[in-house]
């Protein structure tokens, strides 16, 4: 059966730059069945949902429903739902975690607070603090956005679960259908394409270790796309997998073209050239649509260190 995973996969189109964009994520938890905009048409009261969205819009923060891996029995009335946090931003990372009975208590948060890295909204009106478990693993499942969600992600999530993987999660929608099964990586925010259990246990595994693999990564979700894919190219050219020292602090420039500076915490800086082109040939970007596209990708021209004034020659 052809899907616009298994199309995209065949084609080998590259998955650098394509993570959806967020400096912070809010994460809540809901059982039962979600439609294809969750936030709305799920069991989450839709009023809520929609006031959740008009908060958000704007400030750095993408909120998404999660449940556990299995079957999404709902039984129904209150009870107390899982809630998180992450700021993405690297130098600045951080995964809090919290409960509540009434997801109407989401709504009294400052969002803007929330993504610019502000996280004690967060804990004073949930009563939260620091996630003291394991890294989150959000796999997306939601079949009604796109069937490859569901066909290749929730085997995923519950393979994940199964072997014993506490912060396996599935979770409404990452953006790219068409590299399912998806993953987001929580605190550092690094999203993954294609992925397998046994990958995602040594990503996991190397989270823990506060290391990044880039092998199948799409990108850290605090950048936009040009600065993803600059990144990542940085991380590939140094052979560098320490989490928390690379950060693009310059993008200059308009599609199709980019220049971005990367910084290291050590000082060091690199000028990426980012251009803009069109995954071809055209194909179906999702199962939602018989329309065929060409998907934008993000090419890495080049990567350049540049050496501080006064420094040449030394």
């Not at 890294?135 to 066909?151: E, S």
Request: one cysteine or more; hydrophobic letters at 40%.
């Amino acid at each position: 059966m052809s899907t616009c995973a298994t199309v995209a996969q065949a084609l080998d189109e590259p998955l650098s730059g394509t993570a959806a964009t967020a400096s912070t994520w809010l994460l809540v938890e809901q059982p039962g069945p979600w439609g294809a905009k969750a936030l709305t048409s799920s069991r989450l009261d839709p009023e809520v949902g929609r006031a959740l969205e008009a908060a958000a819009e704007g400030t750095g923060v993408r909120v998404a429903l999660i449940r556990r891996p299995g079957r999404h029995a709902d039984p129904g009335g209150p009870s107390e739902r899982r809630v998180y946090a992450a700021h993405t931003v690297p130098g600045r990372v951080w995964l809090h975690s919290a409960t509540t009975r009434d997801p109407r208590e989401l709504l009294s948060l400052d969002f803007r607070a929330l993504g610019e890295g502000d996280h004690h909204g967060f804990d004073t009106v949930l009563g939260g603090g620091p996630h003291p478990g394991d890294p989150l693993a959000l796999v997306c499942t939601n079949g009604k956005r796109d069937r490859c969600c569901a066909l290749l992600g929730r085997p995923l999530a519950a393979e994940l679960a199964a072997s014993g993987v506490e912060g396996a999660w599935e979770v409404t929608h990452l953006g790219g259908h068409r590299f399912s099964p998806t993953l987001l990586v929580l605190p550092y925010g690094y999203a993954y394409g294609r992925a397998e259990a046994h990958a995602v246990k040594q990503i996991l595994h190397s989270v823990q270790e506060g290391r990044i693999v880039t092998e199948g990564c799409r990108g850290c979700s605090a950048w936009e796309r040009p600065g993803q894919a600059a990144e990542l190219a940085v991380r590939t050219a140094l052979r560098e997998d320490a989490a928390d020292v690379l950060s693009v602090v310059r993008t200059e420039g308009a599609a199709p073209r980019w220049d971005v500076t990367v910084a290291h915490t050590d000082g060091r800086h690199w000028r990426v050239v980012v251009a803009q082109g069109a995954s071809l040939p055209p194909r179906q970007e999702t199962c939602g649509t018989s329309v065929l596209g060409s998907p934008a990708r993000m090419d890495v021209v080049s990567v350049r260190e540049l050496v501080p004034a006064g420094s040449a020659g030394r």
